[in-house]
């Protein structure tokens, strides 16, 4: 069984900087594509940055590139998601999720929930003006 747990949301305020973390349990998560998605009120969930180990490989949303970092501690079985110079647009749940093999077999479609096997419960992030 695979289990996902985020923490680390909270309230900021704009241009501050938040760290989510996603511990990982169950089957080891370093032969599958991880990723953070995350849900604005009202609105669909929308994917937000995946990882992939070997190759060392990202990809991030236009949203959010430039300003958020995702990286993975194997030891730990986590992964991160590093929120710098944060909008109130980014104000969301946010989640981590598992596909069932690498990031590059997802293609074009890496960004559909349909695509992802796993995911956690979700944390807060609340972004104030």
């Known amino acids: 069984q695979v289990l996902l747990v985020e923490s680390g949301g909270g309230s900021v305020q704009a241009g501050g900087s938040l760290t989510l973390s996603c511990a990982a349990s169950g089957q080891t998560y370093l032969t599958y594509c991880m990723a953070w998605f995350r849900r604005a009120p009202g609105k669909e969930r929308e994917g937000v940055a995946t990882?992939?180990?070997?190759?060392?490989?990202?990809y991030y949303s236009d949203s959010v590139k430039g300003r958020f970092t995702i990286s993975k501690d194997s030891e730990k079985n986590t992964v991160y998601l590093q929120m710098n110079s944060l909008k109130p647009e980014d104000t969301a749940v946010y989640f981590c999720a598992r596909a069932e093999g690498p990031c590059y077999n997802l293609g074009s479609r890496r960004f559909h929930e349909d695509a992802w096997r796993y995911w956690g419960q979700g944390t807060q992030v609340t972004v104030s003006s």
């Open positions: 990882i992939y180990t070997n190759p060392d490989t990202t």
